[in-house]
């Protein structure tokens, strides 16, 4: 896009980085901009508009924060895919969520395998000596993008029936079909973390990048835990939303 004779009006009811952030945000959402274009560097934007450098930094700041653009050296400010928002208010369902937000869900199956747990994942899950489980390592992608990796530990006793195929859709209702019960509560705890190389090459990022760790321990309907789980969600394509209350949300610090 030819940036030459880029004009702006500015208002006096609001400020100029903010006037600037929203007339590429407005660009962006309308698909006048699109994924991988260029914005313009941050002194041609303070010659062609009159305005100093640090106004040009405060609105691509916004820019970046709200999810629309990566700013990296060599390579300039562009715009980006947005990033996924998740709401952590309910249990989560990967699969329905995806179709909420119109992007098509599919699962890719690392590893598929009957374990004697860990002794600490044996006892959360309530494991007797002896007693297995399933460990499922699956890549969750939206429109054929990686965006989660999971390791998920489910008791045997659960769904002994459970197959490799039944994994390209979604565990929870496969669970639910094969046991009767339905997933009714979670804890889960939130780490950020940086990628090493095996994971980062899975979901196509570069080792040392930021991701979330999120820990899950599920209990279904007939009061059993079902499910240990740990997640690798992309930092660079997921947010997260929590709406805190009085009442409704608990929440503690985990050191």
């Known amino acids: 896009m030819d940036w030459k004779n880029i004009k ?12 600037l952030s929203n007339y590429f945000s407005t660009r962006i959402s309308t698909g006048e901009l699109r ?12 010659k062609l508009l009159g305005i100093s450098r640090s106004t040009v930094r405060q609105a691509f700041q916004m820019l970046e924060d709200e999810g629309v653009i990566v700013r990296k050296k060599r390579v300039g400010t562009r715009v980006c895919k947005p990033k996924l928002k998740r709401s952590i208010n309910n249990l989560y369902n990967f699969t329905t969520e995806m179709h909420a937000l119109g992007l098509a869900p599919s699962s890719k199956v690392l590893s598929f395998t ?7 994942i044996a006892e959360t899950l309530n494991l007797s000596a002896g007693d297995t489980a399933f ?23 659960i769904c002994p029936t459970l ?18 019960s339905s997933p009714l509560e979670a804890v889960e705890i939130y ?11 899975l979901m196509h990022m570069r080792a040392g990048e930021a991701a979330f760790r999120i820990q899950r321990i599920s209990k279904n309907t007939s009061g059993e835990i079902f499910e240990y789980c740990v997640e690798l969600a992309r930092g660079d394509r997921n947010k997260f939303q929590i709406v805190l209350k009085n009442s409704g949300v608990q929440y503690s610090r985990v050191l």
């Open 35 to 46: 994924e991988g274009d260029a914005l313009p560097t941050e002194t041609s934007l303070c």
């Open 191 to 201: 780490e950020a973390v940086t990628l090493n190389k095996r994971d980062a090459e």
């Open 135 to 157: 460990r499922i390592e699956r890549l969750r992608m939206a429109d054929g993008e990686p965006l989660l990796m999971e390791t998920a530990y489910i008791p045997t006793r």
């Open 163 to 180: 197959s490799r195929e039944q994994l390209n859709d979604s565990l929870y209702a496969t669970i639910r079909e094969c046991s009767g």
């Open 114 to 120: 009957t374990v004697h747990p860990p002794a600490k």
């Open 8 to 19: 702006i009006t500015w208002a006096d009811d609001a400020p100029v980085y903010l006037q």
